[in-house]
């Protein structure tokens, strides 16, 4: 039996595969497997404690590959970079979605709110499944939202670590002589539930979720080198999310010191200039891409605006709830209210432009379609660490109540899945003050 006859047996392949991690194409028969017997360690690219990939030759009734050892194996991996990949990606097309962010925006704590939420409200209030494709990938995010969510201590502060440059979210490769720093991606399955009133056209609308999140000194200008290609997956994303962090801002800081007692709004020694991620991000995608420097992108931008709880001042609301945009029928089916949702990107594009116009410039320089939408991923402000000495932040788990975190990906998906999240009849227009 060849691999292509093995590999197909009850599945429908697709006929490309791309790498999640170094966005390599390759026909499902070009896969390797992961050895599995114990001798057979040793690979030239991902080093000598891993376990070997082969082009299988045999296979036993099951269909797994049989290394030369003779043990069935399970695992698959990318024939040009070796790293393991979930054999979901050779059925359902992926869906890349990069997120952005200066350095202390918070994006370890916004995934792991986000994900969690999404996990509940998509099957909730979509009937969509959202699932690990890989659990052994996504176990630092399974982490985190244990340690927010299922925290046997409740009551007792805990801290997400910074995401670090080389850290555990990204991989090592050896390619001849040189050794390439691959992100790791979190991987995830999106899938129309029976009850989904499109779950005829599951096989058109099921998508393997591909989301990478970047330590933020990657997206200084000099952070990427040849050999830390760490966000070539900006000109690879069909959906990009920038988090913007308000209290890193002076101006923001100012007109909220009065009104906030967030101790991230107290003034302090630094602040990044977030708008340079975004013009780096541009930069990079517009030179990988070949486009001219004007061809803005047809791809959507959500800019995140985080930590709503501490600038909600600054606005007409007090907490924000999915059912202010969530519309459910009779048989508690949702819809997005669309128009409900231009109107806050409005009103939240009108405040940047107040305190930080710098941003606003810089999205919409970037890319036509630009939403802007505000979350809080703890749903209040965090507490001084005595043990810290006063240096680092903390979260009672007991008191995490996220606000629309899952609101930014409710839109990628409902753009660059048409048919998989319905909306509210007559409220998708072009969303005016933007160009």
């Given amino acids: 039996m060849s691999q292509s006859s ?48 082969f082009l299988p030759s045999r296979f036993d009734v099951q269909c797994r590959a049989l290394d030369v050892r003779g043990e069935p194996c399970t695992e698959l991996a990318c024939p040009n970079c070796h790293l393991t990949l ?32 999404l996990r509940q409200t998509l099957s909730e209030y979509f009937r969509i499944q959202f699932a690990d494709a890989d659990p052994t990938a996504n176990q630092v995010l399974i982490d985190y939202e244990e340690k927010l969510f299922l925290n046997p201590t409740p009551d007792q502060p ?24 691959f992100p790791k991606p979190f991987l995830f399955t999106i899938r129309p539930q029976p009850e989904h009133p499109n779950a005829a056209y599951l096989k058109h609308l099921a998508r393997v979720l591909c989301l990478y999140d ?9 952070g990427e080198t040849p050999n830390s290609p760490g966000t070539a997956h900006l000109s690879q994303s069909e959906g990009l999310l920038f988090l913007f962090d308000p209290t890193q801002h002076p101006r923001f800081r100012e007109a909220c010191q009065e009104k906030s007692q967030d101790p991230q709004m107290q003034e302090h020694g630094w602040a990044h200039r977030q708008d340079h991620v975004l013009s780096e991000a541009a930069k990079r995608i517009r030179a990988r891409s ?13 800019v995140v605006v985080t930590k709503f709880d501490a600038w909600s001042s600054l606005t007409e609301w007090n907490r924000l709830e999915l059912d202010q945009l969530i519309h459910r029928s009779s048989l508690g089916l949702g819809a997005i209210h669309l128009k409900k949702l231009d109107e806050v990107s409005h009103a939240v594009r009108s405040l940047l432009n107040e305190y930080a116009r ?78």
């Fill in 6 to 53: 093995a590999m197909a047996v009850g599945s429908a392949l697709r006929s490309e595969v791309m790498c999640p991690h170094c966005w390599h194409r390759f026909a499902p028969h070009q896969i390797l497997w992961v050895s599995v017997h114990p001798e057979l360690r040793g690979d030239p690219r991902v080093g000598e404690d891993a376990q070997q990939r």
């Fill in 86 to 117: 979930p054999r979901s990606l050779l059925e359902l097309k992926p869906l890349l979605v990069s997120i952005l962010g200066a350095p202390g925006s918070g994006k370890s704590y916004y995934l792991a709110t986000s994900v969690w939420r």
């Fill in 158 to 181: 805990v801290m997400l670590p910074k995401t670090e440059k080389d850290g555990q979210l990204y991989e090592s490769v050896r390619f001849d002589d040189r050794v390439v720093w």
């Fill in 214 to 222: 970047n330590a933020g000194e990657h997206f200084l200008p000099g």
């Fill in 290 to 302: 070949n486009l001219p420097e004007s061809q803005k992108l047809d791809k959507p931008l959500v």
């Fill in 358 to 435: 710098e941003v606003v410039v810089a999205a919409e320089a970037l890319s036509k379609d630009v939403l802007y939408v505000p979350v809080s991923a703890l749903g209040g402000a965090p507490e001084v660490l005595e043990q810290s000495g006063g240096q680092a932040l903390g979260v009672r788990p007991k008191n995490i109540r996220p606000m629309w975190v899952e609101v930014p990906f409710f839109y990628l998906l409902y753009r660059c899945i048409p048919g998989l999240l319905p909306r509210v009849k007559g409220t998708d227009k072009k969303r005016s003050g933007r160009s």
